[in-house]
């Protein structure tokens, strides 16, 4: 069981690793959480995490209410429950990050779902693409149900791009779902690079099975 004070430093590495390899789009935006033990998680409690400390997060209980003395900004205020619900929703998620990640965005933009054709992607268990889901204000129920609906009914989805707006992605750590969120905006990049070549090609549908296996053989988490 890992201390609070390791899991306060543990989104921190997240924050920098986002930073270091570029996730956060030029307004350092973004939002992450962790969960703290399985009735709480840690949250930030500033829109921008461009040099995120570990006091610079809330504990806020799975029902959404914050129950940390530090104040939490209004516009962090208006998404835990964009957080809190899908813990609620998978009890394997463990983290979750939105952020305007360039690529990814490029995509919940143009409203166009994220095909799975980059293996690297199998490794972390995502075996459907990644959906859109439609406009709504952000943390709204109506933006927040759509998410919700696709985390419970879809297991092999672990992102989701909010149309017009930007990514919401969850894994079983905040570190792991750093990398994932990174990963995906790969795919996001090579996806539209591979335009210019006649498109992108899928993956043989034993794929899944083989690096599964694979994985199993050597013993790799991803
Ligand atoms: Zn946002």
Redesign the pocket.
Known sequence: MKTETTLREEVVTAARLLKESGMLFRGE?ANLSQRLDDRHILMTRGGSIGHLMPEDLAVVDLEGRVVSQEPMDPTMQEVIQMHTRVYRARSSVGAVI???APHLTVFAVAQKAIPIVYEPLLRFGLTEEVPVVPWAP?GSNQSVDAIVQWVEEHPGVWAVLMAN??ALVFHDDIVSTARLLATLDEAAELVLQAELLGGAKPLPAAAVDAVRERMALFGSRR
Do not use: N, V, Y
Request: net charge positive.
């Open positions: 935006h939105h952020t305007h952000r707006h930007g």
